[in-house]
């Protein structure tokens, strides 16, 4: 049974670039949450998507956008990187509203993004 | 934003001694999560304490729930260098469908052999 797969899991790029951070969630979960962790703090919210709509979003500019596919899994994009995206980006799945259980997250091991 | 506050920010400790960790928060909460994370890695969920519950067992851990003063604690028992990681409080509200986390800042716990 597949975890949460992310990737890439490093990547590099340059003050005013783009990224694209892509997430496939643990099998049976529907609903994918995105985090920023910066060194030595705890993960940020930055949205959540459910049936492919953005149904939470955390204090995040609109520089960051995201997507969900029918098949659950997700992107995260980030538009004019600044030095301070460098972060580590966790995307976690978990089962949807309908559910009746508590919203446990299952995590991916994360993407390392540095901004030069 | 950030609700659990765990305290202490960091704990450092001999293998086979106890770790306990506190977290504190400030809304009407459904339930209390503790995660871990080992450095610069994913986190791992750990366990669930709903409100109505004051205590709640796993393996070598033991959380408990203080609703009346917003706080909780985990308690780590018989402690191995594997243990060290980063520990994380996590609530989920009472809000319908509201199914967002807030996280603290984290306790940085390190086991020495």
């Known amino acids: 049974d597949a975890g949460v797969t992310q990737s890439p899991t490093h990547l590099i790029k340059t003050r005013g670039q783009q990224v694209t951070l892509r997430c496939s969630p643990k099998?049976?979960?529907?609903?994918v949450s995105w985090y920023q962790q910066a060194l030595g703090q705890g993960p940020q919210f930055i949205f959540q998507y459910y049936e492919e709509e953005e149904r939470q979003r955390g204090n995040f500019p609109d520089r960051f956008s995201g997507h969900q596919f029918p098949n659950y899994s997700s992107e995260l994009n980030v538009n004019a990187l600044l030095l301070g995206d460098s972060a580590l980006y966790l995307c976690?799945?978990?089962?949807?509203?309908?559910?009746?259980?508590?919203?446990?997250?299952?995590f991916g091991a994360g993407s390392r993004l540095t901004v030069l | 934003s950030q609700q659990g506050e765990e305290d202490p920010q960091a704990l450092s400790i001999q293998e086979g001694e106890n770790a306990t960790m506190n977290c504190s928060y400030k809304t009407s909460i459904n339930n209390l999560q503790w995660y871990r994370q080992n450095s610069g890695r994913g986190l791992v969920h750990l366990i669930l304490i709903r409100s109505n519950e004051r205590e709640k067992h796993s393996g070598r851990l033991r959380v408990t729930l203080d609703t009346s003063k917003k706080s909780s604690s985990l308690l780590i028992t018989a402690s191995r260098a594997a243990d060290t990681a980063s520990y994380f409080c996590?609530?989920?509200?009472?809000?319908?469908?509201?199914?967002?986390?807030?996280w603290g800042l984290g306790t940085s716990l390190a086991v020495n052999p």
């Open positions: 976690a799945s978990s089962l949807g509203p309908k559910s009746s259980g508590a919203n446990v997250l299952t």
């Open positions: 996590a609530t989920g509200e009472n809000a319908g469908n509201n199914r967002k986390l807030i």
């Open positions: 099998s049976g979960h529907d609903t």
